[in-house]
């Protein structure tokens, strides 16, 4: 069984731009939430997605944003990128909402701002 | 306030050694708690997940221990291996917070030879 899948593995934009970034879940997880990890912050809830709708928000600007597709596969945005969005982006599947589903992350994306 | 906080920051032990590392919750309400480990460059990977009801739970020489009513769990590495140089994440999910997961900071720990 494949694990959850990210792309790209990494990836260097420039201050103003956007970016977007995919997760493709365990096949049969319906719920895909993102993670941001920095050396100050550690891990950072950014959004939970189950069945192609947002449940839930962490503390982050407008400027993060993202949806689920009907085959579970998610995609974050960025837009209006700032150096300090440089990070490690994380994205965990997990067959069910909370509880004690275990969730399962992905290698993540490393993203670099210049 | 839901937080969660580690100790300590970083270890360097020596390989066969044993080791313990803390973690303090306020999250609640409370529904359960989970360690990671997570190499460098790597996603995390979990190791156990312990509810309200559970208060110790092994996986191979990891050992976590809760005590709910405190809010502390442990996690103690037994005989440690080179290949447990990582970073030890504590997580704690809220009862009504769906696939919300609030992270500590983490333990970096190193074992040397």
């Known amino acids: 069984k494949a694990g959850v899948t990210q792309t790209p593995r990494y990836l260097i934009k420039t201050r103003g731009q956007q970016v977007t970034l995919s997760c493709s879940p365990i096949s049969g997880h319906r719920s895909v939430s993102w993670y941001q990890q920095t050396p100050g912050q550690g891990l950072q809830f950014l959004f939970e997605?189950?069945?192609?709708?947002?449940?839930n928000k962490g503390n982050f600007p407008g400027r993060f944003s993202g949806r689920q597709f009907s085959n579970s596969r998610s995609e974050m945005n960025v837009s209006t990128l700032e150096l300090g969005d440089s990070a490690l982006y994380l994205c965990?599947?997990?067959?069910?909402?909370?509880?004690?589903?275990?969730?399962?992350f992905g290698q993540g994306t490393r993203l670099t701002v210049v | 306030k839901n937080q969660v906080e580690q100790s300590p920051q970083s270890l360097i032990i020596l390989e066969g050694k044993n080791c313990t590392l803390q973690?303090?919750?306020?999250?609640?309400?409370?529904?359960?708690l989970r360690w990671y480990k997570q190499d460098t460059g790597r996603g995390p990977v979990s190791l156990t997940i312990?509810?309200?009801?559970?208060n110790t739970k092994s996986n191979g020489r990891y050992t976590a221990t809760l005590d709910a009513d405190t809010k502390q769990s442990s996690l103690h590495i037994t005989a440690s291996q080179l290949s447990d140089s990582a970073s030890y994440i504590c997580v704690v999910s809220a009862y009504n917070q769906g696939g919300k997961l609030i992270f500590g900071q983490g333990t970096e720990l190193s074992v040397k030879p």
């Open positions: 312990m509810t309200f009801s559970e």
């Open positions: 997605y189950f069945s192609e709708t947002q449940r």
């Open positions: 973690c303090n919750y306020t999250v609640s309400p409370f529904s359960n």
């Open positions: 965990a599947s997990s067959s069910l909402r909370g509880g004690n589903t275990e969730a399962f």
